[in-house]
């Protein structure tokens, strides 16, 4: 019976051992910064947003100065001219959230363009990424890039390097 018992758990644990996951750690903001039409595509979005924000910019200036004008001349006005100068800040301000909303909103320009120029390339990475996984038979593969998902990972699991050969670089 004793020696029953201890087979059973030695094959038990045999199971265990013979089932366990296989995993990887990767750092996706490291590959991603080593692939050259990440840097390129990332420089293009900077410079399409500095451009768009001098646009705003430039905008709220010319309301800034409206405002101030009107201010200014807001004591002399008639009624009728007051709320014709009033409607038209009004709408300029309007026009000037819009705008922003449109470049730099939820699902705006700026969106649009980020997955026109890079999703393309996080696509590719991906795909190394999963044919790494097949290749080395990996049960999971964790990204440690953002710092949440994982707390601690041993520099050995490590396989960043590995998807950079995958995508030809390095």
Do not use: H
Request: charged residues 35%; hydrophobic residues 40%.
């Amino acid at each position: 019976m004793k020696k029953l018992l201890i087979i059973s758990i030695a094959l038990l644990s045999f199971c265990f051992v013979g089932t366990a996951q296989r995993y990887a750690v990767i750092d996706s903001k490291y590959i991603l910064d080593k692939v050259p039409e990440y840097k390129q595509a990332q420089a293009k979005l900077d410079s399409i947003s500095v451009q768009w924000q001098k646009e705003i910019d430039y905008k709220q200036s010319q309301l800034d100065s409206m405002l101030k004008s009107y201010d200014a001349e807001q004591v002399m006005l008639s009624d009728e001219l007051k709320q014709k100068r009033e409607d038209e800040l009004y709408n300029r301000q309007k026009a000037l959230r819009d705008l922003q909303k449109k470049r730099f909103g939820f699902e705006g320009d700026l969106f649009k363009k980020r997955q026109e120029l890079i999703k393309p390339i996080q696509d590719r990475v991906y795909s190394a990424i999963q044919k790494l996984a097949v290749e080395k038979s990996f049960d999971f593969i964790l990204d440690k890039s953002e710092g949440i998902t994982v707390i601690f990972a041993d520099p050995k699991l490590d396989r960043s390097d590995d998807v950079l050969k995958n995508l030809g670089i390095k």
